[in-house]
């Protein structure tokens, strides 16, 4: 009950961080793309919901197409449970390729929906140097975390 | 964690939750609007603090120096007594050429303007080509409502009393800058649609100097442009444009009689075979708006109307 309401806050939280980049897009790293990460990682089912609903209420905070941000959760958790991405058989190169991945398909998400509906133009430099930016520092991130939290226990266990 | 909960999820639940999404696309406006504004008013708290606490993340521009905020005031001044002079001459020249009103005649402003101060605490950007909509902590429980027009902050500033025929409520109005106007509210949160935005749609007029005297110009539509900018339409060729002629509300036949200002025109052109003057006007504020705004609320009250015989009568609401 405590670890579910933890990362139900953690969830908002990050939430929270995102919107607020609404002004600068180049705000990095995405707290949501590490959270859903590591959400997938740990409770890959929870992590597909976690992903539908911060999807959700980026999308309804952000202004932009509803529903792209789920899309593209869905998608990018879905891909990242069935690449294995948990903790017990964590191979480093693998989890940093599928994570970042995930991260960019969860990123890129808004904007190809917008360019797929003619909304917005998919072609600048910018955007694309955004999400690289944030993906990248997303990945380090999570691998961070994953190496100082997660080894430590596999240690511990041994 | 039991080893169960590391299997990944089945076809079921992914397909239930893309076609959830799928059908978010479909979602008609009226629902995505209360949507929205639901997740809106879910972020509040946490934005508020967020505000308190890291102003900086909110993204307010930084805040004016003493002596801009000195001059703005000056500005937002001059700006009011031309659009009064302007508005006086026009007065004076009906008065002129019309026979005299019966003094009973003369219905006094029924509607009640009302400021209040709302915090910025989020910005909308559905992209990058698109002007962000501010956030703000007041809602339909502050009575904020659809269309209220948002002003820019800044003290009152001018120091003229009733002798001179101007209401308490003038005073807090006059010349300031319009910022947007609300385009969504839920209960604690509203969304402000700049006057940039290319839908945004408003009722102007322009205050020419000429000799050193303002007159009254043309009244337009103000629309929001892409660029940033925006234009004034139906401004019939016959009518005089030039570039720095002022821009502000509707001053005649509308009840709100302090000018509000919209921008200064920096661009007209006559096009060839066009009935009208391609107008383009830079808004008072460039930029996202400050940390705090100034919601306008427009009231229906009841006003009292003297008559010769009984003294005072209720209006109609």
Same mark, same amino acid.
């Given at each position: 009950?405590?670890?579910?309401l933890?990362?139900?806050?953690?969830?908002?939280?990050s939430?929270?961080?995102?919107?607020? !980049?609404g002004?600068?897009?180049?705000?990095w790293?995405?707290?949501?793309?590490?959270?859903?990460?590591?959400?997938?990682?740990?409770?890959?089912k929870?992590?597909?919901?976690?992903a539908?609903?911060?999807g959700?209420?980026?999308?309804a905070?952000?202004?932009?197409?509803l529903g792209?941000?789920v899309?593209?959760?869905v998608?990018?958790?879905?891909?990242?449970?069935h690449?294995?991405?948990?903790?017990?058989e964590i191979?480093?190169?693998?989890?940093a390729f599928s994570? !970042?991945?995930?991260?960019?398909?969860?990123?890129?998400a808004p904007l190809?929906?917008?360019g797929v509906?003619?909304d917005l133009?998919?072609?600048?430099?910018?955007?694309?140097?955004?999400?690289?930016t944030t993906?990248l520092?997303s990945t380090l991130?999570?691998?961070?975390i994953?190496?100082l939290?997660?080894?430590k226990?596999?240690?511990?266990?041994? | 964690?039991?080893?169960e909960s590391?299997?990944?999820p089945?076809?079921?639940?992914i397909a239930?939750?893309?076609?959830?999404g799928?059908?978010?696309?479909?979602?008609?406006?009226?629902w995505a609007?209360?949507?929205?504004?639901a997740?809106? $008013?879910l972020?509040a708290?946490?934005?508020?603090?967020?505000a308190?606490a890291?102003p900086?993340?909110?993204?307010g521009?930084?805040?004016?120096?003493? @002596?801009?905020?000195?001059?703005s005031?000056w500005?937002?001044?001059?700006?009011?007594?031309?659009a009064e002079?302007?508005?006086?001459? @026009?007065e004076?020249?009906?008065?002129n050429?019309?026979p005299?009103?019966?003094?009973a005649?003369i219905?006094?402003s029924?509607?009640?303007?009302?400021?209040r101060?709302?915090?910025?605490?989020?910005?909308?950007?559905p992209?990058?080509d698109?002007?962000p909509a501010?956030?703000?902590?007041a809602?339909?429980? $502050?009575?904020?409502?659809?269309h209220d027009?948002?002003?820019a902050p800044g003290?009152?500033?001018l120091d003229?009393?009733?002798?001179?025929?101007?209401?308490?409520d $003038?005073?807090?109005l006059a010349g300031?800058?319009i910022?947007g106007?609300?385009?969504?509210?839920?209960?604690?949160?509203?969304?402000?649609?700049?006057?940039?935005?290319?839908?945004?749609r408003?009722q102007?007029q322009?205050?020419?100097l000429? $000799?050193?005297?303002?007159v009254?110009? @043309?009244e337009?539509?103000?629309s929001?442009?892409?660029?940033g900018?925006?234009?004034?339409?139906h401004?019939?060729?016959?009518?005089?444009?030039?570039?720095?002629?002022?821009?502000f509300?509707?001053?005649?036949?509308?009840?709100?009689s302090?000018?509000?200002?919209y921008?200064t025109i920096?661009?007209a052109?006559?096009?060839?075979?066009?009935p009208?003057?391609?107008?383009?006007?830079?808004p008072?504020r460039?930029g996202?708006?400050?940390?705090?705004?100034?919601?306008?609320e427009?009231?229906h009250?009841l006003a009292?109307?003297?008559?010769?015989?009984?003294?005072?009568?209720?209006?109609?609401?």
């Open positions: 009950m405590g670890r579910t933890l990362w139900m806050t953690l969830g908002y939280v939430c929270l961080w995102d919107c607020s !980049a002004l600068h897009d180049s705000r790293p995405s707290a949501t793309g590490v959270y859903l990460t590591l959400l997938v990682m740990l409770w890959p929870c992590g597909l919901w976690g539908a609903i911060c959700l209420v980026l999308d905070a952000h202004g932009g197409v792209s941000r899309l593209g959760g998608t990018a958790t879905s891909l990242a449970c690449f294995s991405l948990h903790r017990a191979r480093w190169p693998r989890a994570i !970042a991945t995930a991260i960019a398909i969860w990123l890129a190809l929906t917008g509906r003619g133009q998919f072609n600048r430099w910018t955007q694309a140097q955004s999400i690289a993906t520092s991130i999570v691998l961070a994953c190496a939290v997660w080894t226990r596999v240690d511990r266990a041994d | 964690m039991a080893a590391h299997s990944p089945g076809l079921v639940p239930a939750a893309l076609l959830g799928g059908m978010l696309f479909c979602l008609p406006d009226v609007g209360k949507l929205r504004s997740v809106h $008013d972020l708290p946490g934005q508020c603090v967020l308190a890291v900086q993340v909110i993204s521009p930084v805040a004016p120096s003493t @002596a801009t905020a000195t001059e005031q500005e937002r001044q001059a700006r009011y007594w031309q002079a302007a508005k006086l001459r @026009a004076l020249t009906e008065a050429r019309v005299t009103w019966p003094v005649a219905i006094p029924q509607i009640q303007p009302k400021l101060t709302a915090r910025i605490i989020g910005w909308e950007r992209s990058i698109e002007a501010a956030v703000l902590r809602g339909s429980t $502050d009575h904020v409502a659809v027009l948002v002003l003290e009152s500033i003229q009393g009733q002798s001179q025929g101007i209401a308490a $003038d005073l807090v300031r800058s910022i106007r609300i385009s969504r509210t839920s209960r604690w949160t509203s969304t402000i649609q700049p006057i940039t935005d290319p839908e945004f408003g102007a322009i205050v020419r000429q $000799d050193g005297e303002a009254l110009g @043309a337009g539509i103000l929001g442009s892409i660029a900018a925006c234009r004034l339409l401004i019939g060729t016959t009518d005089p444009v030039a570039e720095g002629d002022l821009v509300t509707a001053l005649r036949g509308v009840p709100l302090p000018p509000l200002f921008g920096t661009w052109e006559l096009r060839p075979g066009e009208d003057w391609s107008i383009e006007v830079t008072a460039s996202p708006p400050p940390s705090e705004v100034l919601v306008l427009l009231s009250g009292k109307v003297s008559t010769p015989s009984s003294g005072a009568v209720r209006g109609v609401p």
